[in-house]
């Protein structure tokens, strides 16, 4: 007997030296676990081979709105199953500050509504109970009013070694699940506020708020070309052949040079044509005048005659405008630009009234022609000043004069209606200007919300609707 109660109590000291060796393994695994529910999954599955329950449950206990963190042999909880339903409805009807047991005959005492005690019963049944554990941080002010309730079922009585078992677990696990929660508030609601749900829509907010409270600088962007800021272009007066062009396309001409001269040919014929009937219809006038005096029906005839003389002055005078503008010359002094690009082409073409000639784009400089998209107008209100950057000198920046504004709009070679703004280059360290060059200019006006900054052109397209 002796040997019988010496070898009893050493087994009872071996299970009772690997129950505290479970648990500090536990207490110390529980420390390790990187998250909330990787801990949650731990102290419902780790610890069953101590505990021995029969299916366990970490809840997060909210007033009326808990929530399961983890269910034992479960990777992801169904929320929407009938255990989590009930478990649910259980963990919101209890208010327990200590480890609790609940059987069958509970009921009654622990559900105020019909739907709590059939949540009850669908769990306990006639012969399981629950054992009810709130793990709380007593280093956390205010954990204990809103524990988490680790929830054990077993069949039949609950084992005595469970209470002293879980009683050391619950401290450590306290610590444990709260230590994922600065300053002891609802860790699970604070959880909440840092899912990317919930920063996205914070940062949303704040883009809203800034959209009506925030000013930046109205500035846009547009193209530009270099043009003369002396231009004349030359059109023909009358339908002729051009006979020659004396000068090449790209000359720099002086004032006065000749350009081209027209076929006058044909119109030396007329003009001698019309001073001879010009002459004829005099003769016959003087003569016919004299008659008229004594003979009534010579009167009439010399009015005729007159008529005719009248006729054949005008023809004459038509063939020498014809001829004196026949030789066309520049009126400034500056480069040529020809119609057809070549002297060669414009010799020999026949033009019509209104044709172009040639432009002269003046020698006094270049100014950049700015074109403000339709879209973009609103900022000509506000007396906006220009920085030119040419494609050929991207790096270097050139302050632009604005001398004059267009209030119109005209249709662009890329197809789109700009206001244009003619603008100067100034600048110590300006590159060498030829006209055609492009750049991109950047117009800055005064400052506007950045919600119209953003959306202005919805906001034109909503003007329409």
């Known amino acids: 007997m002796p040997e019988n109660n010496i070898q009893r109590e050493n087994l009872e000291l071996k299970a009772r030296l690997q129950a505290m060796g479970g648990i500090l393994r536990l207490s110390h695994d529980a420390v390790l676990q990187p998250d ?30 808990p929530r399961i963190l983890a269910e034992m042999s479960q990777v992801e909880v169904n929320s929407h199953s009938e ?20 059987s069958a005959a509970d009921i009654d005492r622990l559900a105020p509504s019909e739907a709590a005690r059939r949540a009850f019963q669908a769990v306990l049944g006639e012969r399981r109970r629950l054992y009810v554990v709130p793990l709380s941080s007593p280093r956390i002010p205010g954990s204990k009013a809103h524990p988490y309730l680790w929830i054990m079922e077993f069949n039949g009585a609950v084992p005595p070694h469970v209470k002293t078992s879980t009683g050391l677990l619950a401290d450590e696990y306290g610590s444990a699940l709260w230590s994922f929660t600065a300053g002891g508030g609802r860790p699970w609601k604070r959880k909440r506020l840092l899912r990317p749900r919930n920063i996205l829509l914070g940062l949303l907010l704040l883009f809203l708020v800034a959209l009506f409270t925030v000013s930046v600088d109205n500035n846009i962007a547009a193209e530009f070309v270099l043009k003369p ?23 720099k001409v002086e004032a006065g040079t000749v350009i081209l001269e027209y076929d006058t040919e044909r119109m030396q014929f007329q003009l001698a044509a019309a001073e001879a009937a010009f002459r004829t219809a005099d003769a016959e006038y003087e003569q016919e005048s ?6 009534p029906e010579k009167l009439a005839r010399a009015k005729l005659l007159a008529l005719r003389r009248e006729q054949a002055a005008v023809a004459i005078g038509e063939a020498k405008w014809f001829i004196e503008n026949s030789v066309v010359r520049a009126p400034i002094t500056g480069m040529l630009a020809l119609a057809d690009g070549s002297a060669d082409k414009l010799t ?8 172009k000639e040639f432009d002269i784009f003046g020698s006094d400089g270049v100014a950049a022609e700015i074109m403000v998209p339709e879209k973009d107008s609103a900022i000509l209100e506000q007396s906006p000043s220009s920085t030119l950057f040419l494609h050929t000198s991207p790096e270097l920046p050139i302050v632009g004069k604005i001398l004059s504004i267009r209030r119109y709009p005209e249709l662009t070679e890329q197809n789109f209606y ?10 110590e360290r300006l590159p060498e200007l030829q006209v055609g060059m492009r750049g991109i200019a950047r117009l800055s006006g005064g400052r506007v919300k950045l919600g119209y900054y953003l959306f202005r052109s919805l906001v034109l397209w909503w003007r329409g609707v």
């Not at 020999?348 to 044709?355: N, V, Y």
């Not at 700009?418 to 600048?427: D, H, K, P, T």
């Open 83 to 102: 255990y989590a339903n009930n478990i649910r409805l259980i963990a919101s009807v209890l208010k327990i500050e200590a480890p609790q047991e609940i």
């Open 290 to 295: 004299k008659a008229a005096f004594t003979d």
């Open 348 to 355: 020999g073409r026949a033009l019509r009234a209104g044709d």
């Open 418 to 427: 700009s206001y244009n703004i003619r603008a100067e280059l100034a600048g």
């Open 229 to 251: 800021k002396t231009t004349f272009s030359a059109y023909s007066k009358f339908d002729s052949v051009v006979r020659k062009c004396h000068v090449k396309d790209g000359s």
């Open 36 to 65: 909330l529910k990787s801990l949650a999954v731990h102290i419902v599955n780790n610890s069953r081979p101590l505990v021995q329950y029969v299916r366990s449950c970490l809840v997060a206990a909210d007033g009326a709105a």
